[in-house]
Nanobody, 125 residues
């Protein structure tokens, strides 16, 4: 599985960004983020079909994960951005579909076998 994340940038608080992750292979995709000096944090996850989506409480209602398998791309639409959302965002993949069945598993970086390079998101106040 190869992953390529893009779409980061600088945005004012309250603004929006859409991240993209080109993902080859039939896989569960998760988005994580890491701010300076902090541990990598789970953001959202999506099943191969796109029919099942999951979110961290901190982004629920503001972020939407989706995928277009015809384009091998997973998206993270981020609205109402806050300075606290500033981080490097990573997409990750696992071929183990059961990862999604457990909230602990899907939110744990170790559950994902493949990682893309990160894309920086900076939200100014």
């Amino acid at each position: 599985v190869q992953l390529q994340a893009s779409g980061g940038g600088l945005v004012q608080a309250g603004g929006s960004l859409r991240l993209s992750c080109e993902a080859s292979g039939r896989s569960v995709i998760g988005w994580f983020r890491q701010a300076p000096g902090k541990e990598r944090e789970y953001v959202a996850a999506i099943s191969w079909s796109g029919g099942n989506t999951y979110y961290a409480n901190s982004v629920k209602g503001r972020f939407t994960i989706s995928r277009d398998n015809a384009k091998n791309t997973v998206y993270l639409q981020m609205n109402s951005l806050e300075p606290e959302d500033t981080a490097v965002y990573y997409c990750a993949a696992t071929l183990t579909t059961s990862t999604l069945l457990s909230s602990r598993a899907r939110s744990t970086p170790r559950s994902y076998d493949y990682w893309g390079q990160g894309t920086q998101v900076t939200v100014s106040s």
